[in-house]
Structures are given as C-alpha cells and as structure tokens.
C-alpha cells in the first residue's frame, strides 16, 4: 500500500504541485459580512444645523423688525406726546394758581361785642377784629332807636353822641368789603347816663308827688 500511494503520487505530477501550492499558500484573510465599508459618512436625523444664530428678544430692541432708521420716528413721537402731556399738566397748574386768589374769602360777622364809657348823651362799645382773613373795607352801625354810621375796617369800635338820658339804645354791627356784607352782629344793648340835674328834678318831682297823695283824703270817707 505504501508504494502504491508513492506511485500514484508520481504518476500525477500536476495534481500533487496543485496540492502543494495550495498548502504553501496563505489562507486571505475574510472579511465578516456584516462589516461593510459606508461610501459616505451619516449624520443622525435628529443632529441638526441651525441655519441662522437666534438672538435673544429683549424688550429694548427686538430680535425682527424695522431698523435704526425707521424706530427713531416711532421715538420722536413718543417723546413729543409725553412733552405735551407735560405741557398741558403746568398749564392746568399754572391757571390754578392764578386763578384761585380771585376767589374772595367770605365776610366774616363781626363778634365780641362789648359796651363802653357811656355819659348823659353819649354811648360807646367796641367789637373784636376777624381772626381770619383779610380786614373789611369798613363796618356798618346800624342802630335801633337812633341813627347809625360807619367806621373804617381798621377800627373796631364806635361812639355816639347827641342821646336822650337816661335812654336805652341798641346796635349791630355789619362787616363790608368788595361790596359784600356780612352776617349782622348779635345784638348789643346801651344806656345813657341820668344826670345828676335830672336826678335832682326827678327826687323833687317824686316828692311832691307822695306829699300829694298823702294830702289827699282818702276815698269814701266823710267828717
């Protein structure tokens, strides 16, 4: 058997060099079929360049829209509204203040009335001055029983002569100014003086008068 498998090696030269070519030869190296080689490199779907760079909105300058050029009138007019706005406010001010010293303040109704020195044929008494405000013009007497008059608003007191004696009068006083009147005042009573001559008739007078009486009889009775 030996010498028959030598023989057959020796009568087909080709077959054995093929052989052994082959076994010489080093096995290729394989290449897994799942490992294939990408033409092009893939980008994921979800990685995505943006194509412009976003700036942040901010409430002064917004991220779209006009520019410089046409945000400069919008600017103008907001600051010619707010200038007349201002305006029209020291204007309304301006008128207040001019305007509200024309309004008078009211006649105040003199008050603290108060009698005076008074003699036979004269009588007096004084008032207080308003607390408030500015002085009248003048002030009007306006008697009961006898005639009155008038003093100026810097004075505040006032003197009658040419009475009866011994008589009771009565007066108010009236504050003027710009041709307005104020309430009247209360009422204030005086009395002129008896003199002593009118006292002395008067004593006599009574005198007589009760020696009269007492000479008189009396009434129903007879001698």
């Known amino acids: 058997m030996p010498h028959r498998q030598r023989g057959d090696a020796m009568t087909d030269p080709e077959g054995t060099a093929q052989d052994l070519s082959a076994a010489a030869a080093p096995a290729a190296p394989r290449t897994p079929a799942t490992a294939e080689t ?4 893939q980008i994921p779907a979800t990685a995505q360049i943006p194509a412009t760079v976003q700036i942040p909105v901010t409430d002064h300058e917004p991220a779209s829209g006009p520019g410089p050029a046409a945000t400069a009138p919008r600017r103008r007019r907001r ?3 707010i200038l007349i706005a201002a305006v029209v406010v020291l204007g309304l001010a301006a008128g207040l203040v001019v305007w509200a010293p024309w309004i008078p303040p009211p ?16 009588v007096s008494f004084h008032w207080s001055p308003p607390r408030t405000g500015p002085l009248p013009d003048k002030y009007l007497i306006i008697g009961t029983g006898a005639a009155g008059g008038s003093v100026a608003g810097t004075v505040t007191s006032y003197r009658r002569a040419g009475l009866t004696p011994a008589t009771t009068y009565q007066y108010r006083v009236v504050a003027v100014r710009g041709g ?8 204030l009573t005086v009395r002129t003086l008896t003199p002593p001559s009118l006292k002395r008739a008067c004593a006599v007078h009574g005198r007589s008068t009760a020696r009269t ?10 001698t």
């Open 38 to 41: 990408p033409a092009t490199a």
């Open 79 to 81: 600051w010619a509204v």
């Open 107 to 122: 006649v105040l109704r003199p008050t603290g009335l108060v009698a005076g020195p008074a003699t036979a044929n004269s």
């Open 180 to 187: 307005k009147r104020s309430p009247k005042s209360a009422l």
């Open 213 to 222: 009486s007492s000479a008189r009889p009396a009434a129903g009775t007879g």
